[in-house]
């Protein structure tokens, strides 16, 4: 299987410039690629994953990725796929993304690599010397405004109401991009989501018009859910590949939440698992839906691919606290991303001191129960459970003995209703 074969069956092929062109190129032998990443913010998302892992995809087929972090296209922002203008971003704010992407982009490709290793570039190291001057004379003039209000990413927004001079003029930075790198490093081929379309055959269009030489753009389509939203958020915002903005632990919730409907896909564009073994998963999914077999491997296998092996399990630990699981050995770090996820009640720290406080009114406190009546009813019953452990005894006093890491205690109605008691 070559890499254009791979990229389609992965669903990760959704438009070429000249794919006849590009395949018979690539059949010549290892050719240099690039993908840009603006940054935005201070930590990339599931979104930039796909754009990510293709240049790992095509670094693994013996080709040459370049990452390249915006540093000055960061400063103007892309319209494509936005309604309305950005916010623009102070010079210190976009050094700040920038220093923080630049670490995560090194978590997903080979730099070390001895026969072709990863580059990192940041544009602003070519475009901030360029003088304005020099860019409409050098870059301007190979651009005919009708051909500029063509490009999809500028006519919706004068559909929708206009745009700047500023966002106008971006896809011509990036064009630049491609056409520097073309000259200085041999890149020939520019990969982005379907919204880069564009941005990407500007770049091809200049590369064309200064120097003849050849280049192509690959497309992806963008990745959305069943319904055609855009697949990357959850009902908090974004989900980041930072850990201090999405704890692993609802990272790895987010993957394991997925529909039936999109995890297949999901597992074909977010992770490296080998076909035999994707299709085995689409096999018991079909069968056995209820056993949620193919979420677990796509949570496990993007959260171990993000966060490492080590934070991953702790994920998994943690998940299973959320379903009844035992707490014997977990750590404060991973209890406190459950925490996070669970209705927090604070308590004073002597509600526990001496002989404690009767669990009736803990179950109270917590809000599982509304009253002390229901609270001894769902007691007796053996619905109440105290640190995952079910706690079947009214006349039971809860001391500092019963919390955990001197602070917490975990109380759970039934199986899925939790609530924490954390000592002020």
């Known amino acids: 299987m070559t890499i254009l074969e791979e990229l389609q069956w992965r669903g990760l092929y959704a438009d070429c410039t000249d794919l006849d062109a590009l395949t018979e190129r690539l059949a010549q032998g290892p050719t240099t690629l690039y993908a840009g990443f603006d940054p935005t913010a201070d930590s990339l998302h599931v979104g930039n994953l796909v754009p990510l892992l293709a240049l790992r995809r095509f670094q693994d087929y013996g080709h040459h990725p370049i990452a390249l972090a915006g540093g000055a296209t960061g400063m103007i922002g892309d319209?494509?796929?936005?309604?309305?203008?950005?916010?623009?971003?102070?010079?210190?704010?976009?050094?700040?993304?920038?220093?923080?992407?630049?670490?995560?982009?090194?978590?997903?490709?080979?730099f070390e690599n001895s026969t072709n290793p990863a580059r990192l570039v940041d544009n602003a190291s070519w475009t901030a010397p360029f003088s304005f001057l020099d860019f409409l004379r050098d870059v301007g003039k190979h651009f005919p405004v009708n051909l500029?209000?063509?490009?999809?990413?500028?006519r919706t927004?004068?559909?929708?109401?206009?745009?700047?001079?500023?966002?106008?003029?971006y896809m011509l930075l990036q064009a630049h991009d491609f056409y520097h790198l073309r000259t200085d490093t041999q890149c020939e081929l520019q990969v982005g989501a379907t919204d880069q379309w564009g941005n990407i055959t500007a770049g091809t269009e200049l590369i064309r018009r200064k120097s003849g030489a050849t280049a192509w753009g690959l497309t992806f389509p963008l990745l959305t859910k069943s319904d055609g939203t855009k697949y990357g958020k959850s009902a908090s915002g974004a989900v980041w590949l930072d850990p201090k903005r999405t704890t692993p632990y609802r990272f790895y919730q987010f993957f394991m939440q997925a529909e039936d409907a999109d995890v297949i896909k999901l597992l074909k564009v977010l992770t490296f698992l080998p076909k035999e073994e994707i299709d085995a998963l689409e096999t018991e999914l079909a069968a056995n839906p209820g056993a949620r077999a193919s979420q677990k491997a796509l949570a496990q296998a993007v959260t171990t691919l993000v966060h490492g092996e080590d934070v991953c399990a702790d994920a998994m630990r943690a998940s299973t606290i959320m379903f009844g699981g035992g707490l014997d050995g977990i750590s404060e770090s991973v209890f406190e991303d459950v925490v996070g996820e669970v209705p927090t009640t604070d308590i004073a720290a002597d509600a526990f001191a001496g002989e404690g406080t009767n669990v009736i009114d803990i179950v109270v406190a917590a809000k599982l129960c509304p009253s002390k009546g229901q609270a001894r009813k769902d007691i007796t019953a053996g619905g109440i459970y105290v640190n995952n452990e079910r706690c079947a005894d009214i006349a039971r006093q809860l001391t500092t003995s019963d919390l955990l890491f001197g602070k917490y205690l975990l109380l759970r109605?039934?199986?899925r209703n939790y609530a924490v008691l954390r000592v002020s």
């Open 413 to 415: 109605k039934g199986k």
């Open 148 to 154: 500029m209000l063509a490009k999809d990413s500028v």
């Open 79 to 110: 319209p494509s796929g936005k309604s309305s203008e950005r916010n623009l971003q102070t010079p210190e704010q976009v050094s700040a993304n920038i220093a923080a992407i630049k670490g995560q982009l090194a978590r997903f490709l080979d």
């Open 157 to 169: 927004r004068l559909e929708e109401g206009g745009i700047s001079y500023t966002e106008f003029s």
